[in-house]
């Protein structure tokens, strides 16, 4: 089970989250970075702030809203410069 | 329709990965299918070709991605098999985008996820699945420094431990709900497997800093925002533990949407097979976690088989009949030892979230006669994760039998589930 994680390497870029600017790696998912910024990815129907969980794409608690594109499951999805994640 | 296969194999970990480059690899057609950005599945993720020969099990990876890269298989990563709009047809999506996808014949292999059990605060942010938050770190969390209680069950606790402290973390304790004797028993059964047995032991002495304990669970996590600390218990006493992030999962189910859906009988909380890995849906194969929770060997074992079976070569699929047979042994051994004791059930207090999508309780669910009474009271079940982590939850505490898939199995933009299904006869094999 012990894969690489994706290289922290220098060079790299930032995104923001719910407004917060976080540096990633190249390579880095979203939801990762959601988590480094220890931001909410969402917020549940009854206002609960949710954060990713199931890491691999079933449990739906990473939904962001992605450059204006609601509902992404961020743990699929890989980080490109200046994307702007707010919590769905 | 914009392609049709002799053979679409569902699922890019090592069991869909085997079965796509024998088929290929006999003269068939394939196409090769994955929801995530990437073939390997969980146990390969992140993997890759410079760097996984340091890695445990990395020149199985190698042998493989070389073999399939080899084979004309087309390799389809980032689309999402959602329903079946027509016979011998597949419609996918990825990113809103629609397609459908002609096939002879069809192999699955979807792979499992981590059971989840509701305690209080469990929906707090920082508290994940182990492979959960093992999966977040290969896709570039950063966890150095990071205080990590891990709990639950099964093997892939220690192999959760194992990776996080060689990616820095700092594991608080490794936390086990089976009992000693459970254990004893499995410890034994692995003699006969030796690979395995080393696997568990290379885990084990890596993580030898942390506490191991069995026969002790997670009572509650608390926190002002995300997870701060977690109380543990043996059933005797409490204790608490600081922390930056809880990994908890309980061993792992078979994800069977796809399979239920395209008719696949289950039994016994698995796809049923035959010899060849054929389900009881005509043309349709399942392997890997689908048919027995057993890892990477029963996985690569299974596709090949169904790789041989889908080019027609059943006499080469049975050379592989005793493997599998002594893998799936494995697999049921691994799931009594693993399997979640009563205690568990009464973790959740009655304001414990169980629907994490539509925030239902547990108060609100107990009492309920079936799932589907529960459904249509209380939306449990009918959020975005449709009910695979809440189903498999309530499937454990109430006894409720679980059954039948809709159309999309996963959550689709209109515009794709509503497309007609196009009618292009597909290549048969």
Avoid at chain 2, 205 to 229: D, F, H, I, M, P
Avoid at chain 2, 350 to 357: G, L, P
Wanted: aromatic share 6%; hydrophobic share 40%; with cysteine.
């Amino acid at each position: 089970m012990a894969g690489e994680p994706a290289q922290m390497k220098d060079e790299g870029f930032s995104i923001t989250v719910n407004g917060k600017p976080v540096r990633v790696a190249e390579g880095t998912h979203v939801a990762a970075a959601v988590m480094m910024a220890n931001e909410p990815s969402r917020y549940s129907v009854g206002g609960e702030a949710r954060a990713p969980f199931c890491g691999m794409g079933i449990c739906m608690e990473c939904r962001a809203t992605v450059d204006g594109v609601p509902q992404m499951r961020t743990c699929q999805l890989v980080c490109s410069p200046g994307m702007e994640v707010v919590a769905g | 329709m914009t392609a049709s296969f002799d053979v679409v194999v569902v699922g890019a970990g090592p069991g869909g990965m085997a079965a796509a480059t024998i088929a290929a690899e006999t003269g068939k057609r394939v196409c090769l299918l994955d929801d995530n950005a990437g073939p390997g599945g969980q146990v390969w993720r992140g993997f890759r070709t410079e760097t996984a020969g340091k890695s445990a099990h990395g020149s199985v990876f190698l042998d493989w991605t070389g073999r399939l890269q080899r084979t004309d298989c087309e390799v389809w990563t980032g689309w999402q098999a959602i329903d079946r709009p027509a016979a011998g047809v597949l419609r996918l999506e990825r990113n809103g985008e629609g397609r459908d996808i002609g096939f002879g014949r069809l192999i699955l292999a979807t792979g499992a996820r981590e059971r989840f059990l509701p305690f209080p605060g469990w929906t707090l942010p920082g508290v994940m699945g182990a492979g959960g938050l093992q999966a977040m770190v290969k896709a570039g969390l950063d966890p150095r420094d990071k205080r990590v209680v891990v709990a639950g069950s099964g093997p892939l606790l220690l192999a959760v431990a194992s990776s996080l402290t060689d990616a820095g973390t700092k594991i608080v304790g490794v936390y086990e709900q089976a009992r000693f004797a459970q254990l004893a028993c499995f410890g034994l059964t692995l003699l006969a497997q030796p690979g395995k047995l080393a696997e568990g032991a290379r885990y084990r002495l890596k993580t030898l800093r942390a506490a191991y304990r069995l026969n002790s669970w997670v009572v509650r996590a608390e926190g002002q925002g995300r997870v701060e600390c977690v109380t543990l218990t043996d059933g005797r006493k409490e204790w608490t533990h600081a922390c930056d992030w809880l990994a908890c999962g309980f061993h792992l189910v078979p994800n069977l949407e796809l399979p239920r859906l395209l008719g696949c009988r289950v039994a016994g909380g698995y796809v049923a097979v035959d010899g060849c890995q054929q389900s009881s849906a005509p043309g349709v194969a399942c392997v890997g976690e689908l048919t027995g929770i057993g890892g990477l060997d029963k996985a690569l074992v299974e596709g090949q088989i169904a790789g041989w079976a889908a080019a027609g070569r059943e006499s080469e699929a049975r050379t592989l009949g005793a493997q599998r047979q002594r893998l799936q042994r494995f697999a049921q051994r691994m799931d009594r030892t693993f399997a979640p004791r009563e205690e568990l059930r009464m973790l959740a207090s009655a304001e414990t979230h169980i629907c994490r999508c539509e925030d239902v309780t547990h108060a609100e669910l107990k009492g309920r006669g079936s799932w589907r009474e529960a459904k249509l009271h209380t939306r449990c079940g009918m959020g975005a994760c449709q009910g695979r982590v809440c189903g498999t939850a309530a499937e454990f505490l109430f006894g409720w039998e679980i059954s039948g898939s809709r159309p999309p199995v996963f959550a689709a933009r209109v515009s794709t589930v509503a497309a007609s299904a196009e009618t292009a006869d597909p290549v048969r094999g």
